[in-house]
């Protein structure tokens, strides 16, 4: 009761318990949903303090963040903890939902048939790809090290971590391919003759040739929905961050696509507002500080 009775009889009201009874009816909580890469890490890789302290305040006034991100959770889960969230979080562009600290009751991933990956690497030399990576949450197989740093894929590799029939016993979520640039339309050419029906193409942006390969129409919003289902959250008012096209549906599905000034030009094309400063100036934590 927001009152209480005195010792004369007097109905006296305990205002603390009324402003938080105010605070609790009229705020109103949002899914913000978090892509990494370009949008909330800076150009290093990198969580500025200023968004560390932004995302941490959001969350204190009630509202749900979450990552929705291409990367896998085992290159992701650094920057959860960085963050001090405690939402699930979403992977490889919608294709895996965990809670990364305990059992999730709504945890899923989406996996597709292991022998696209054997086929791949005995076609490997004739399409021109060089890298081959399978992987899910708690296994990574690649073929060889990467000739490249990009901080996705080891350069040394494990006896464990090698790619071949007898350690891939899984269906993977993901497949990624470093490919030769000349040759990279041939490869998504057979790709699709071949298994267009079961997987979604996404070349990755900026200056890795890299394709990945996942399950045929899962995307960021998968995993969006989910979420705003979980936490009884209306679509509009979901506010999703994103820069690249693999954020496309994220940002359509949600009720403020938001996309960062250094934003790929079809991501601002259907974005509901464009950040007024890049991911490297703190974008997503000036939005929010001004937009909450």
């Known amino acids: ?64 963040v979450s990552i929705v991100t291409g990367r896998p959770n085992r290159i992701s889960i650094n920057f959860y903890k960085e963050l001090g969230l405690k939402t699930p ?26 022998e696209i990956v054997f086929d791949l690497v005995s076609k490997s030399k004739s399409l021109g790809i060089s890298v081959i990576a399978a992987e899910n949450r708690k296994t990574f197989l690649i073929n060889q090290g990467a000739k490249f740093e990009t901080g996705f894929f080891p350069t040394i590799l494990e006896t464990n971590q090698i790619l071949n029939q007898k350690n891939l016993t899984y269906n993977p979520i993901c497949i990624s391919l470093s490919v030769n640039p000349l040759q990279k339309n041939n490869v998504i050419n057979y790709i699709n003759q071949n298994y267009g029906d079961l997987v979604e193409i996404s ?14 129409g899962i995307k960021k919003s998968t995993g969006v929905k989910i979420l705003a289902d979980f936490y009884g959250i209306m679509q509009k008012d979901i506010v999703a961050f994103g820069d690249e096209s693999n954020d496309t549906s994220m940002i359509e599905f949600a009720g403020k696509g938001v996309a960062m000034k250094n934003a790929i030009p079809e991501i601002k094309k259907i974005a509901n507002d464009v950040t007024e400063f890049t991911n490297d100036e703190d974008g997503v934590a000036k939005y929010i500080q001004r937009f909450l």
């Open 1 to 64: 009761m927001p009152f209480i009775i005195d010792e004369f009889g007097f109905i006296r009201y305990d205002y603390r318990i009324i402003i938080k009874i105010f605070e609790v009816i009229t705020i109103n909580k949002k899914l913000i949903t978090l892509d990494l890469d370009g949008t909330t890490l800076t150009n290093n890789a990198t969580i500025s303090s200023l968004t560390k302290k932004t995302i941490k305040e959001a969350t204190r006034q009630g509202h749900i």
């Open 89 to 114: 979080m979403i992977n490889f562009n919608g294709n895996l939902g965990i809670l990364p600290d305990k059992k999730w009751q709504l945890e899923y991933q989406h996996t597709i048939d292991r």
């Open 203 to 216: 070349p990755w942006g900026g200056k890795y040739p890299i394709i990945e390969l996942a399950t045929k």
